[in-house]
């Protein structure tokens, strides 16, 4: 079946980088785009960015100001997220999630139908 | 960005009740809307996507409708496994995808 499985949960301190994968099976990798979401406690999930995962095109979210990466190695159908810089206010769990889509003539409708499991991700000093 | 609002940001409902769940956009996104249902401790679960569309395996007492700026999730009779938290999410503009703020729904 469709799953995305996520390495274990990190500790890091403050100012270290953290990397995350994420590694797919079932369908075929470069068929699909791969978001990046991260979700602090008892807050909404927010968005960090995606790769396209054919042609490794990636967009991210500008309040991550450049402190995150996402890389994809085609071979192993894994997809990595690298957030350098960490603060306290990292503290979350990170998920890769597949991106969908469905097009209606002109339109194109995304959503994220597959996720991980998270990976908790904790800075403390 | 485009901002998320939820309303009710919480509700406490019986078994068997209908329950609606309304998000509202800062600016118009037509359908691009998408919501999940997340547990504690579990990743978020799509339920609807193009505002309207039920993904595949979610029970038919979810509906979503609305476009523009206001959507509404519908439960038409909830059932124990529903009580969850809600997140609407919009794929209009991009980056970033924003999510609203959540609506959970407990047990009366």
């Known amino acids: 079946q469709v799953q995305l499985a996520q390495s274990g949960a990190e500790v890091k301190k403050p100012g270290a980088s953290v990397k995350v994968s994420c590694k797919a099976s079932?369908?075929?990798?470069?068929?699909?785009?791969m978001q990046w979401v991260r979700q602090a406690p008892g807050q909404r999930p927010e968005w960090m960015g995606w790769i396209h995962t054919g042609n490794g095109n990636t967009k991210y979210s500008e309040n991550f100001q450049g402190r995150v990466t996402i890389i994809r190695d085609t071979s192993a159908s894994t997809a990595y997220m690298e957030l350098s810089s960490l603060r306290s206010a990292d503290t979350a769990v990170y998920y890769c999630a597949r991106v969908g889509m469905f097009h209606e003539g002109a339109d194109y409708y995304y959503y994220m139908d597959v996720w991980g499991e998270g990976t908790t991700v904790t800075v403390s000093s | 960005d485009i901002q998320l609002t939820q309303s009710p940001s919480f509700l406490s409902a019986s078994v068997g009740d209908r329950v609606t769940i309304t998000c509202r956009a800062s600016?118009?996104?037509?359908?691009?809307l998408a919501w999940y249902q997340q547990k504690p401790g579990k990743a978020p679960k799509l339920l609807i996507y193009?505002?309207?569309t039920l993904h595949s395996g979610v029970p038919s007492r979810f509906s979503g409708s609305g476009s523009g700026t206001e959507f509404t999730l519908t439960i038409s009779s909830l059932q124990p496994e529903d009580f969850a938290t809600y997140y609407c999410?919009?794929?209009?503009?991009?980056?970033?995808?924003?999510f609203g703020p959540g609506t959970k729904v407990d047990i009366k």
């Open positions: 079932g369908y075929i990798f470069t068929s699909y785009t």
């Open positions: 193009a505002a309207s």
């Open positions: 600016q118009g996104i037509s359908s691009y």
């Open positions: 999410q919009q794929l209009n503009s991009y980056p970033p995808f924003t």
